[in-house]
């Protein structure tokens, strides 16, 4: 049977008082809610360290442009030296480096490098790609040496012997010019004992090459027609195989560039092979050797990748292709990056691929330079 609910004027008054409290006890939950989810939305913007944006740090250990080694860096960033920035469109691995602080192992140059944790034969394969950008060279120099303004991006180094570098890829851009240089240097294994002749031979990519330098400590090259400017985006791919270094740089608007070397068969074994753009450059300081007859084909190699700033403060008067004699206010870090004394370089993506049989068995970090 159904029965009637019969509600009384003081039972409804009752009802509707009770319905109005109760949403006014929504409404604030919902603000609480609200407040809630806007702290949530903070807590979301939690560091983003380089290891999220190109996930390969496993197979690395980082110097910093202090001198100190952070060792594997996956969830670590230093806020002076390496972090990540976003441009707007994509997240960014940054790399900075003095033109003077405490330096690694033997070289004159600051860095913060990565240095590839395990060394492998150039007989067998190993592959590196980036797509970077150079955001900033040091503003100080000498224009007569060939290493100012300049800031090496990826390099093979070896792990053996005189552990000297088949490979650094440069960018270099003169104090007023809109655009730089892309080069590639190739250094002897320089053949005995004594390493003090080695010299490097540099190929252009884009722009200009080492070797062109300024007439005076003040006087600059005609700026590169075909450069690359600050701030504009190239990649490089670098793959040995079986003794063969092919490398290959892309960049939207600029031809794409391929090269290859032989890493296992010098051609500069003799001192009538050494190159002329070598003969005007290095054998007037005296590096004037030759190269051994099976260049790296014993020694273990290993990638770098980074900001490894060529530009130091030590006089030119000691070594006119590599002391730049450029501004370091004492070594003050902060005072060199106020006005522009340091070297910056972006990383959008890299990848690094070594074959098993390439890889040795004993772990290696770098030693010296």
């Known amino acids: 049977m159904n029965k009637k609910i019969i509600i009384s004027g003081a039972t409804f008054l009752f009802l509707s008082i009770s319905l109005i409290l109760t949403s006014c006890t929504n409404t604030a939950k919902k603000t609480n809610t609200s407040t809630s989810l806007s702290t949530s939305e903070v807590e979301v913007q939690k560091t983003v360290y380089a290891s999220d944006v190109i996930p390969f740090f496993d197979h690395w250990k980082l110097i910093l442009g202090d001198g100190s080694n952070a060792g594997v860096v996956n969830n670590f960033e230093n806020k002076d030296f390496f972090y990540t920035a976003n441009d707007g469109s994509n997240n960014w691995v940054v790399y900075k480096a003095p033109n003077s602080g405490d330096t690694h192992g033997t070289s004159n140059n600051t860095r913060t490098e990565l240095a590839q944790a395990k060394k492998w034969s150039p007989l067998t394969d ?11 060279v040091s503003s100080t120099g000498d224009a007569r040496v060939a290493a100012s303004y300049s800031v090496v991006v990826g390099q093979i180094h070896s792990a053996d012997g005189h552990e000297n570098e088949p490979l650094k890829i440069f960018y270099k851009k003169f104090p007023g010019h809109t655009k730089g240089s892309i080069f590639w240097n190739y250094e002897i294994n320089t053949l005995g004992d004594d390493n003090s002749g080695r010299w490097d031979y540099s190929s252009a990519v884009w722009g200009n090459n080492f070797s062109v330098v300024g007439t005076d400590e003040n006087t600059y090259p005609e700026e590169p027609i ?23 740089f892309i960049s939207e608007g600029h031809e794409t560039k391929s090269f290859t070397k032989n890493l296992i068969e010098s051609e500069y074994t003799t001192t009538t092979n050494i190159p002329k753009q070598t003969q005007n450059l ?33 006089s030119p008067e000691v070594n006119k292709v590599w002391c730049s004699g450029a501004e370091t206010h004492g070594g003050d870090i902060q005072k060199q990056y106020e006005d522009g004394n340091y070297a910056e370089v972006w990383f959008k993506t890299a990848s690094i691929y070594v074959s098993d049989a390439a890889v040795s068995n004993d772990g290696y970090f770098i030693k010296n330079d």
């Open 126 to 136: 190993a592959k590196l790609t980036a797509t970077l950008k150079v955001t900033n």
């Open 226 to 248: 075909d450069g690359i400017a600050l701030g504009e985006e190239f990649s490089y791919e670098i793959e040995v195989k079986d003794g063969i270094m092919n490398l290959k």
């Open 282 to 314: 290095f054998v007037p300081i005296g590096q004037d050797g030759v190269e051994r007859k099976n260049a790296y084909a014993s020694e273990g190699l290993f990638f770098k990748l980074g900001s490894y700033n060529q530009t130091n403060g030590k």
